[in-house]
C-alpha cells in the first residue's frame, strides 16, 4: 500500500478523535484528574485542524493555512495547559492563545502573504515552544514520583526538537502554494508519520501518569494519617519492619519513643473535638521539626504517637524527647486564641543490641510512660531494668488483688 500524506491524514484525523473520546471518557470515570479532560479536548482540537488542512485546494487559504493553524497551536497550548494543570498550576488564558493569535496577526501582514518559509518558520516555533513548555512542567514537578513522567518528558522534548527541522526541510523543498502536489515529498511523509506516532504515544503515557497518580494517591491515603500527614500506625509498623531488616545487617543504636497527649480527652470536652484535631496537627508538625528526615514518626492510636530513631545515642535520643515536650508546649499554649495549654509525655528506650525487635521496644517504652503519667505527666522517662521489674510486680500484685475476692465470692456461695 502506498502510504502517502493524504492518507496518513485520513488516518490521523480518526486516531486524534478517538485518542481524544478516549481521554475524556477515562476523565468521565475519575474526574478528580482534570488535567486528562484538557488533554482530551487537545486531541480533538487537532483533529479538526488536521481536517481544515484536508481542505487545501478546496478551501480558501484562510481557512486551510491560517485557521488551521491557528487551531493546531491552540490544541498544543491546550496540551500544555493540561500538564500545568495536572501539577496544580494555574490556567493562563492569555499564554492559551497567544499562539494562535500571534500566527493569525502575522498572516495578516503583506509581506507574510508570498514569505512561505518564514511562515512555516513561525509555525514550527509556535509549537516548539509548546511542546517545550510541556515538557518542561513535567519536569517542574519531577519531585512527584510518577515513573511515567520521565518518558513524557523526553517524548514531548524530542518533537519539538524534530519539529523544527521542518524549517529546513520547507526550505528545501521545490513547491509554492500553487502546486498541488505539496504533500508528495517523501521527507513529509516521514514527519508525518512521526507525528501519527507521537499523538498515540504520548497520549497513552499522559493516559498511563494520571491513572499513575490515581493509584499512588490511593496508597498515600492507605498509609498516611489523613488529619497529621504523617505514617499511620500500619505504615510505622510496616517502616519500623524495614528499619530492623536494615539494621539485621548493619546494627545501629536505635532509640523509640511512645507519646502521648496529657488530658486530651479534657481537651475535646472543654474546647470541642475541631480544635482537638487542631492540637493533634500541632503535635505533629513541631514534633517534624524536632526530628531528622531519616527518623521515623507514627500517629499509632488516637493521641498517641510513636518515632523510631535509628543510628542515634543515648543522650541524643533524650534530647528529641525534650524538644518534642517542649516545643509542643510552647505551640499548644494558645490554639485559635483559645488557651489549651497542652502538653505531652514521653517514653523513652534505647538500644544497642543485635537484634531490633520494634514492638517489644514499643512495649518497654509503654512502660516509661506509664511512669511518666504517674510521676506528674508533661516529663520524660527512660525504661530502665529496674522500671520493667516494678511495673512487673505492680502488675502481679494488681492480678492476685482482683482474684482474691473471685474466691471469697465463691466460697461464700458454697
Known sequence: ????????????????????????????????????????????????????????????????IDLANAVLFSAFAITWTGARVFDGRPVEPVYLVTGAVLWLLVCRLPIMAEAVELRAMIASAIITAYTWLTAYEF????????????????????????????????????????????FGSVWLTVLSFEALLFTISIAFILLAMAKERTELRHRTAAMVDP??????????????????????SSPRPTAVLLVDLDHFKTINDRFGHALGDRVLEIFAATTLESVRASDLIGRIGGEEFAAVLYDTTNERALAVAERIREGFAKAAQQVDGRPVCAT?????????????????????????????????????????????????????????????????????AA
Open 1 to 64: 500500500m502506498h502510504l502517502d500524506v493524504n492518507t496518513l491524514f485520513m488516518v490521523t484525523i480518526y486516531v486524534e478523535a478517538i485518542l481524544g473520546l478516549l481521554l475524556l471518557f477515562a476523565w468521565a470515570q475519575n474526574m478528580a484528574i482534570r488535567a486528562v479532560a484538557w488533554w482530551g479536548f487537545a486531541h480533538l482540537a487537532r483533529a479538526a485542524s488536521i481536517v481544515l488542512f484536508g481542505m487545501y485546494g478546496s478551501a480558501p487559504d484562510l481557512i486551510t
Open 139 to 182: 519536569w517542574r514537578g519531577r519531585s512527584e514520583n510518577l515513573v511515567s513522567r520521565w518518558p513524557a518528558i523526553f517524548m514531548l522534548f524530542a518533537h519539538g526538537a524534530l519539529f523544527l527541522l521542518r524549517t529546513p526541510l520547507v526550505a528545501m523543498l521545490p513547491w509554492s502554494p500553487t502546486d498541488n502536489n505539496i
Open 227 to 248: 488529619l497529621t500527614g504523617i505514617a499511620n500506625r500500619r505504615a510505622f509498623l510496616q517502616e519500623a519492619g524495614l528499619i530492623a531488616k536494615r539494621h539485621a
Open 344 to 412: 505531652v509525655s514521653v517514653g523513652v528506650v534505647h538500644y544497642d543490641g543485635a537484634g531490633l525487635d520494634v514492638p517489644e521496644l514499643l512495649a518497654q517504652a509503654d512502660q516509661a510512660l506509664y511512669f511518666a503519667k504517674e510521676n506528674g505527666r508533661n516529663r520524660v522517662e527512660v525504661a530502665s531494668l529496674e522500671m520493667l521489674l516494678k511495673r512487673k510486680d505492680e502488675g502481679t500484685a494488681a492480678d492476685a488483688a482482683s482474684a482474691a475476692p473471685g474466691k471469697v465470692s465463691a466460697q461464700s
